[in-house]
């Protein structure tokens, strides 16, 4: 490929949070279901983009939302069952495509990626978990702090952490280090850089100035009372139990609900400081910049708290992406109302940058609706949870389209929504209509006949059950978060700079076959971008 060529394709950054509901967000007014919270960073974005109002996950927990995103498959084909997941070798990769095709794929931060999958087509990652055990900072809070302290453990509160070693302030500074250094050194080559954010996430911690905004008067009620049609269905009463959730006060919950509040404006005022260092160097001139997250958080509606559940607060995300041309004012901005997938990134993506897919994905590009040329395919938008996370038989498969949302369990009552009406989800149609509604028959069909829970079993025990094993990373668990030092060297990121924990000497030492197969037979470098480490130890729960 000519290296004029390179020039003209567009730089791409995505911006990727963790737990981040639709809600929350300043743009989405409180008549569509949002929280009154002010996020002036995303809503300066969303006014020069396209939003796509009804986005979902196809997975409403981490590493398979991630798996899904990454490879442009729904669970079944990308092998997306749980945390512990391994990102099969042979399936492409949206990074991994825009590096065969000349662009320079970087990741920073968290990715969840189990085994010694870490790369799955990122040729660089100057910092993150990369050590497969996640990396969140788990911090004690002082007993002094009022609200859910330690409720199964998962702390809330004011951070007991320096700024400038919170790992989202991490990922901000590696981002704009990895970018100064590829302008400097190849500033015809197009990039493609994810930088993904633990907030908001729990821990729900965060510099006291955010948490005082809501805390103790301007945080709401949770949307959706712990009522309805579907509070007793087995699902929900598993999920409850898992959580814990009927353990937490009213008062508990409502100091947790600030905090998040407060994540989400933090995370908002970090990714902020990242736009005015890249807009001043010029870097976004030429870039898509999207966002979204890989599942919501519940923040106690319905009467639960985290996730992995059918719940719009857990499967609806925010999904913004901002072109070039939406900010100099050539491209119209809007909003997309039709439902979408995650799943849609991948084609959407290389499509907006010229690329070729290698072989046919689950998503849909939405390249056209971004450019004003194309309305959104209306199709079933699904989500999975394809393990009995809530008790035998809770495995469902989730379907939106239009107005209605339908739930097909392994072996529980189905449920029906429609979320025009009944935005809460509180009226399962099931149990209320003689008849339902055409378009909801149709998607009740589709989610029969597309969705074998037995097949998927024998997939996920069969097919993929030895991948865990096979990529089994050996890196020691305390180590959530690591930096790749310019030696080559791997270090522990929670260590200091002069006394450094070494993990590995390499990337090839560390992960082996996992490093070598994802990069198509290259060597670990050895060398990156210059990493100081910034950050205390992390503990996963």
Known sequence: MKRYELKKRPNILL???????FRFMGHVPVSAGGEPIETPTFDRLASQATVFSNAYCQMPLCTPSRISMLTGREVRRSGAWTNESVLRPELPTLPGVLRDAGYTTCLVGKMHLGGTQQFVGFEHRP??????????????????????RERTSKAVGVTQIPESLIQDEVVCHETIAFLREHQHANPDKPWFLCASFSRPH?????????????????VTEPKVPPAGDAYNHPM?????????????????MMYARACY????????????DLFGSLERDGLLDNTIIAYTTDHGEMAGEHGVWWKNGWYEACTHVPLIVSMPEHRRGDLASGTCETPVGLVDLFPTLTSLAGVPLPEKVDGASLSGVITRDELAPDRPIVCDALTPRWGEGTEFRMVRQGRYKYVR??????LAFDLQSDPGEQHNLLQQEAELPEPLQALATFADESMDFDEAENERTERDGSLQKQYAHNAPASTGNLYVMPSGEVVNAEDTLYAPTTIATSLN???GDGWDQQNRGQQAPEATLDSVPQCRRSHEP
């Not at 911006?15 to 509901?21: I, N, P, R, V």
């Not at 050590?131 to 911090?139: A, D, I, L, P, V």
């Not at 509040?261 to 902020?272: M, T």
Request: glycine share 8%; aromatic share 12%; charged share 30%.
């Open 236 to 252: 929900s009463v598993g999920m409850r139990k898992g959580f814990k959730a009927d353990e937490i006060s009213h008062d508990e």
């Open 409 to 414: 369990f392994r072996n529980a009552p189905s």
């Open 127 to 148: 910092y993150g978990d990369l050590t497969g055990k996640c990396g969140h900072q788990w911090e004690p809070i002082p007993e002094k702090e009022p609200g859910m």
């Open 15 to 21: 911006l990727f949070s963790d737990e981040h509901s």
């Open 261 to 272: 509040f407060a994540c989400v404006s933090y995370l908002d005022e970090v990714i902020g």
């Open 509 to 511: 030492d560390m992960l």
């Open 202 to 218: 729990f821990p729900l911690t965060a510099p006291r100035r955010h948490l005082e905004k809501f805390w103790p008067d301007n």
